[in-house]
């Protein structure tokens, strides 16, 4: 395992030690919990993210106007404890009522659920919209198993800039909700990330192979096979995508083009090359192309794709500029 780490056990706590030592004119740590939030609270909804540490930047960083106003961090790839996201919550309630949004894992949904229950019994309002939108996980019949992953930037978008224009909790609650429904992410993977402390990879791949599908921890994908190109195997994740929720021209797409944590830019860069004439042989019109590092696992080699069919309803939102420690921005085309 080569990583620039101290203490294992103290990564994810130095972590976010490390996130305000660069961000502390803009953020500041929520007490007793392993969480940060904005110093200059809006009179709005409050977004509330969180989830385990070690896929930086999100949730760490998905924090700023136009995002969420606080996130709550568990350990390496561990949930926030209920007790820590009801901290974090009332830290940033200013009376309008909260919203959570994170990804849709077992221990996410487990303890956000019990932190709402205790949220509502001190007197608050809370709704939640739980990111879904990892195809490889579950069939579209079944879209509560499904996993969440980078696609959660968009709904992040989306929900950020309703809370921001000062909708209602319920409005902001049902326009993430349709961001949501409306994304579709697949990854790919050829090299496991490591646990700091471990020195184990996440999952076993040989050499010369990938998996297309695997989750960001290594749950399993749909298939394993030799290396295939960079245009080959985006054809093959573009096909799964769109097999799962078509797309007319009418909803012009939001592409989301996500490295791992191993994978070069240059790589990225490629990948998105073929992505963008891939749809462009679809007759698709690209409303938006993002492409850099949004959800990551550790030093894992590969990258996923995300799929936001954005509809005339939610793209003035989409494009309400927001500004966080790594995206300050879209890229309209």
Aim: overall charge negative; charged content about 25%.
């Amino acid at each position: 395992m080569r990583k620039f780490i101290n203490e294992p056990k103290e990564a994810a706590r130095e972590t976010v030690e490390g996130f305000l030592a660069v961000y502390g004119s803009a953020f500041e740590e929520v007490p007793g919990a392993l969480a940060v939030k904005r110093r200059e609270l809006a009179d709005k909804v409050a977004i509330v993210s969180g989830g385990g540490s070690g896929h930086e930047p999100v949730w760490l960083e998905y924090v700023g106007p136009g995002l969420a106003d606080a996130v709550c961090q568990g350990d390496i790839f561990a949930a926030p404890d209920p007790g820590s996201i009801v901290k974090t919550a009332k830290a940033v309630d200013r009376g309008h009522g909260i919203l959570f949004l994170y990804g849709n894992y077992a221990g996410d949904r487990l303890n956000f659920d019990l932190a709402a229950e205790m949220l509502v019994d001190d007197g608050h309002k809370v709704r939640t919209v739980r990111v879904t939108d990892d195809v490889s996980a579950a069939g579209p019949d079944r879209p509560i198993d499904r996993r969440g992953i980078a696609g959660g930037f968009f709904v992040a978008k989306v929900a950020g800039a309703a809370a921001e224009a000062g909708l209602p909790l319920h409005t902001v609650q049902a326009l993430g909700q349709e961001a949501a429904d409306r994304t579709r992410s697949i990854g790919v993977a050829s090299g496991a990330g490591t646990v700091p402390g471990t020195g184990e990879p996440t999952f076993d791949l040989p050499d010369g192979e990938m998996e297309i599908g695997m989750g960001m921890h290594g749950e399993p994908g749909v298939r394993r096979t030799g290396m295939l190109t960079a245009d080959e195997t985006a054809a093959e994740m573009i096909d799964l995508l769109l097999q799962d929720r078509p797309v007319t021209a009418e909803d012009r797409v939001c592409v989301l083009v996500n490295g791992l944590g191993a994978t070069t830019r240059a790589e990225l860069l490629i990948v998105s090359r073929a992505v963008r004439r891939l749809l462009g042989e679809r007759r698709l019109v690209i409303h938006d192309i993002q492409v850099g590092d949004f959800a990551t696992c550790q030093e894992m080699h590969g990258f996923s794709l995300s799929l936001f069919a954005v509809s005339p309803e939610l793209r003035p939102y989409y494009d309400v500029p927001a500004r966080t420690s790594f995206f300050s921005g879209v890229n309209q085309v």
